[in-house]
């Protein structure tokens, strides 16, 4: 049962959410694609191939090329692509609107915050360091980190037992199916932001509240607490 200083926490996504992170994850793919021999992405089909962490990446790059992947060439391609990207994580990566100004506001009103991405840890401290957010976070949670990664619940799970907190009392911020369905496996309330990485419409992914931008979402605090309370 939650209680009424709702909520404790905020945990949010990275890519797509806090960060805009495609421009050098379709420059390193494409990179890692052209050493195979084998066709280039735009950044919009990049964009549309983020969410699931790196082996989905490589999976969806080759599968639109029609290959199918043994898993040897998989981890093999996985290992290819993530010495390209991590020295280059930051050269084209820019904070999304209103995300500095959402950790502040949080911080200074004594919520704790975090991320849990499936990017890869090391890639995720890098970004956070760049933009000198890592120092305002209590918890990170990377893709590596041990459980499933999103859409099951397990990342999630892992944040919310290092702050100490029920479920129940955190909200996590994403832009995907994959955040929608791993916060509600979790038993978090999930807000979407719109502008992010998914083909379905934000109003679409079943949130339990869509916003415009990351310093939208304190507006949002008092009706997703009343629902939390009634349930």
Avoid: C, Q
Avoid at 31 to 36: C, P, R, S
Avoid at 91 to 97: E, F, I, K, P, V
């Amino acid at each position: 049962m939650t209680s009424h200083a709702w909520p404790k926490a905020v945990l949010f996504d990275l890519d797509g959410t806090l960060v805009d992170s495609v421009p050098d994850i379709h420059e390193a793919l494409n990179e890692m694609m052209a050493m195979e021999g084998r066709s280039l992405f735009t950044v919009e089909d990049v964009g549309r191939m983020i969410g699931g962490g790196v082996p989905k990446l490589v999976d969806r790059a080759y599968g639109a090329l029609g290959v199918a992947l043994a898993p040897d060439d998989r981890e093999r391609l996985v290992a290819l692509y993530l010495s390209l990207y991590e020295p280059r994580a930051t050269r084209l990566t820019r904070l999304n609107a209103g995300a500095e100004e959402i950790l502040s506001h949080l911080t200074d009103r004594g919520l704790k915050v975090g991320v849990v991405t499936n990017k890869p840890g090391a890639a995720t401290v890098e970004i956070l360091r760049h933009f000198t957010l890592e120092d305002r976070l209590h918890v990170v949670v990377g893709g590596d980190s041990g459980p499933p990664v999103k859409p099951a619940p397990g990342l999630l799970l892992m944040a919310a037992e290092r702050l100490g907190l029920d479920p129940a009392d955190i909200v996590f911020v994403g832009d995907s199916d994959n955040d929608v369905d791993a916060a509600k496996a979790a038993g978090m309330t999930v807000v979407v932001v719109r502008g992010g990485y998914t083909i379905r419409p934000a109003d679409a992914l079943g949130a339990h509240a869509v916003i415009d931008r990351l310093d939208l979402l304190p507006h949002e605090f008092e009706g997703l607490g009343a629902r939390v309370l009634a349930s």
